[in-house]
């Protein structure tokens, strides 16, 4: 290509020129943005995109990687015909191999999932896979599941020809240009520094692939990502290979089988990686390879050239080993960059940039375009990584275990193994003792579940019951019954303070934060379109001061969704507090007695209603005492200075004995929830859905002045009733199953939705689900009440009672009590 002069000025500048940034560029022009430039530091495709092995594979762990993946095959199967630049698509389909029970079990899961969000796939024998792969090793499998519509393309081809579709649409596309900065102004992104020049921008987007963390350390924004040795093999010519043979993906293996133009590739995402390039990348790094450590993969090769015997005959042609960069929680980076306006960030595809790279571009180029993502991705947005997850040891040390989870287990609960212990309460050794079992969010350790004495503290997965189940039995119990209490330390608390405090919350909050000091709400920030951008509780404090309490993994999106709304003429700022305060919950019918035997504090009815809060003593100590529950129990959430926690614990723990006090974990504050029908922000509620589709439209202040964001949307909801879409409780008949999420809901054996969370209801005596039920004819009590549904796991189906009011004290007299 010519050399293309640098411009002055873009409406976007792309910083990177692998798949993601020219899909991105491709779609932009797509969307009519024509003054589009893409910097590329050497030549495009050079950095990871070049050697990918190019599966396009739709069975995906979520509906919106779904999507992009399933946007991605269409696209590369049309582009070759639209920009003339070959992409090597071929429709091959893939079989994903079970070895055994537990993985086939697995399949059948995912496998009714994907069919929910039209991926077509059906189960198939050994007899059926040895008939399709003749040269494959079927003896020790259990199963295959097939998917027709998958298929495999040329990396470097198919960014080529975005590239082609990109320019002939007014993108330019310079090479050889790195970026050494950003510009920013007042907190915006405005363009970008070259070593050619500088480029002014409406907006900057990073797709830095591998070079991610480095850039984000540039630009002041945290891109974990960490690169590691990725291998693949390729044969000499095998007689009977051909390129419709399907993609063999074999988790017991830890390896992918395809076609290679007559030759077999044989990659491996084996379970414990190797880090590459700890220390920086190369200069100058451009279509290199890296220098491969075959004495420690010798034996993940030998494992998987038994797929196909004949390997272990053939000779081989080629050892690869190639860098691949991987985030510490396996999924991308996308999204709108916290606290900087116009900067965009997508990159740490985790080695599936190409299955995700047109979807992607297709999201990211409408996300840039207008504001918003135009499907619920918070699984992979930006706003959910914290400043520690780009600690370089952090990274380092969880890399190797990012890499092969793709092809590991997905069991039900499955905590990380690596870089753990990052944050600990000040209360860890203290629950620690009492038995917790330990899982991990946001860098806490949180007390999950609680080990009888003599019992080990550690996780046996399994699809069915866990060996924590009777465990959550007796936590639960105990909440419904006596008093449970709950270490919750890891909520996120945010002091919002300042002089237009008030006026900041009132707009973003649904409820009305003019209550007096001492009120507490149960609220949501509501995005202009009416979805649910947060679910959290505010406390008024004082005239200038609340407390926003939030889960820990939104802390970025809600902290920086309440500063994106500070106008420049407001007083008002945000200070993390989470450290300063150790949060106690302790809920159950017993509760107001256990605390009034340790504090002076009357917590009366008449004298602590719900919905408030106080300062009380507690011995020599003091804590502010919130009344509000998230388990459908009488409760208060103890609010204490870190330096004063340690007494406090040990008296009521002390006190709580003759109360039936019981230590409880997140599992059961899960289960409670759920059985009283309380939504869980990113499972059944999110940004894309409505507050009223949620049945949370009670938590609305409708005529308070000045509304709130999203009031209108809802407003022309509302006038449109009967509601299409409603979020549904159910309860199982048949008590042995343990749901999960993502499971089908049929009514009368047709799909209407998916579970978005559940939990086993020991009290209601069944697994409990929450799910949005669609319907174009309105979702009423009566179209509930006049279908049979069913709920759909791994091919078995098993009936439920559906309600759209909570299947537990529906009338909420117990928190009340």
């Known amino acids: ?84 630049q070959a992409t090597g698509f071929i429709q091959c389909g893939s079989i994903q191999l079970a070895m055994d029970d537990v993985k086939a079990e697995e399949m059948r899961r995912g496998c009714a999932m994907a069919r929910t969000f039209g991926v077509e796939n059906q189960e198939i024998t050994p007899q059926e896979i040895q008939a399709m ?39 330019k596309i310079i090479e050889h240009t790195p970026v050494t900065g950003v510009i920013r102004d007042k907190g915006r992104a405005v363009g970008v520094e070259t070593e050619k020049g500088q480029i002014q921008a409406e907006v900057v987007v990073l797709c830095p692939g591998m070079w991610g963390r480095d850039v984000g350390l540039m630009v002041g924004v945290d891109l974990p990502l960490q690169a590691a040795e990725h291998y693949y093999l390729i044969s000499e010519n095998i007689e009977g290979v051909h390129n419709k043979l399907p993609i063999l993906r074999d988790p017991g293996r830890s390896a992918y089988v395809r076609e290679e133009a007559g030759k077999i590739m044989l990659g491996f995402f084996e379970p414990v990686a190797a880090p590459w390039a700890v220390n920086g990348i190369p200069e100058g790094f451009c279509f290199d390879e890296i220098q491969p450590d075959w004495e420690r993969m010798e034996p993940h090769i030998e494992r998987g050239m038994r797929r196909v015997p004949k390997l272990l005959e053939t000779g081989i042609r080629q050892f690869f080993c190639g860098p691949e960069s991987f985030t510490p929680d396996h999924n991308y980076l996308m999204g709108k960059a916290p606290y900087v306006d116009n900067l965009f960030v997508a990159c740490g595809f985790n080695s599936l940039g190409i299955l995700s790279g047109g979807g992607a571009g297709q999201m990211m180029a409408h996300w840039i375009a207008e504001g918003h993502a135009p499907k619920d991705v918070w699984d992979v947005d930006i706003r959910r990584i914290r400043h520690f997850h780009n600690n370089k040891s952090y990274i380092v040390d969880r890399i190797p275990e990012s890499l092969g989870i793709a092809y590991q287990m997905h ?69 419904r019954e006596k008093v449970g209490l709950f270490e919750q330390s890891s909520f996120s608390k945010l002091l919002v303070q300042g002089r237009g405090a008030e006026r900041v919350l009132n707009r973003l909050a649904t409820a009305d934060m003019s209550a007096p000091v001492g009120n507490v709400s149960y609220t949501q920030f509501l995005n ?92 020599y100590q ?75 439209a009670f938590t609305c202040a409708w005529d308070k002045p000045g509304g709130f964001v999203g009031r209108d949307a809802l407003l022309r909801q509302r006038e449109q009733e009967p509601l299409t879409r409603r979020i549904v409780q159910f309860l199982l008949d048949d008590p042995e199953p343990i749901l999960t999420h993502n499971e089908p809901i049929l009514r ?70």
């Open 1 to 84: 290509m010519p050399d293309v002069a640098l411009p002055n000025h873009a409406r976007a500048v792309i910083v990177g020129g692998g798949i993601i940034g020219c899909s991105i560029a491709y779609h932009l022009a797509k969307l009519g943005w024509k003054d589009v430039v893409v910097l590329e530091r050497e030549q495009i495709s050079c950095g990871t995109t070049w050697h990918a092995a190019g599966l396009i594979t739709t069975l995906r762990d979520t509906e919106s990687q779904t999507e992009l993946a399933k946007y991605s095959l269409k696209l590369y199967q049309d582009l070759e015909q639209e920009s003339g």
């Open 622 to 696: 003091r804590a502010n005492a919130v009344r509000i529950s998230y388990t459908g129990e009488l409760g208060w959430e103890l609010y204490i200075p870190s330096e004063m926690a340690l007494p406090v614990y040990d008296r009521l723990v002390e006190a709580g004995a003759d109360f039936g006090l019981k230590h409880c974990g997140y599992h059961t504050l899960n289960t409670l929830r759920a059985e009283k029908a309380y939504r869980e922000w990113a499972h059944d509620i999110g940004p894309m859905d409505s507050l009223l589709d949620a049945g949370l």
């Open 411 to 479: 069991w039900p609960n499955r905590q990380w193994q690596t870089a753990r212990n990052v944050k600990k309460s000040v209360l860890h050794d203290r629950v620690a003792a009492a038995g917790a079992c330990f899982g991990e969010s946001a860098g806490w350790e949180r007390p999950n579940w609680y080990a009888d004495p003599g019992q080990k503290a550690e996780y046996a997965y399994d699809f069915g019951r866990q060996n924590w189940f009777n465990n959550n039995a007796a936590e639960h119990n105990a909440v």
């Open 133 to 171: 792969w003749p040269l494959a090793n079927t003896d020790d499998l259990v199963a295959g599941f097939y998917f027709p519509d998958d298929g495999r393309v040329n990396p470097a081809d198919v960014t080529q020809a975005l590239a082609k579709g990109a320019r002939a649409d007014g993108v």
């Open 528 to 619: 202009e379109r009416g979805g649910i951008e947060a679910d959290l509780t505010i406390s008024r404090l004082a005239e200038d001061q609340y407390l926003v309490v939030t889960p820990a993994f939104t802390h970025v999106q809600v902290d920086a969704w309440i500063n994106d709304h500070i106008g420049d003429d407001v007083f008002c700022v945000t200070t993390d507090v989470t450290a300063a305060q150790v949060m106690l919950n302790i809920q159950g019918p017993n509760s107001r007695a256990l605390l009034s035997a340790i504090s002076s504090a009357d917590f009366a009815n008449e004298s602590f209603p719900f919905g408030t809060m106080q300062e009380i003593e507690i011995g």
């Open 748 to 817: 009368d054996g047709a799909p209407v939705g998916y579970t978005t969370s559940a939990g086993y209801g020991h009290t209601l005596g069944a697994s409990v689900a929450l799910g949005y039920v669609t319907y174009e004819g309105g979702v009423d009590a009566a179209y509930i009440a006049d279908g049979t549904f069913t709920i759909e796991q791994a091919n078995r189906t098993y009936a439920a009672r559906a309600s759209l009011t909570p299947l537990y004290d529906p009338k909420s007299r117990r928190p009340k009590s």
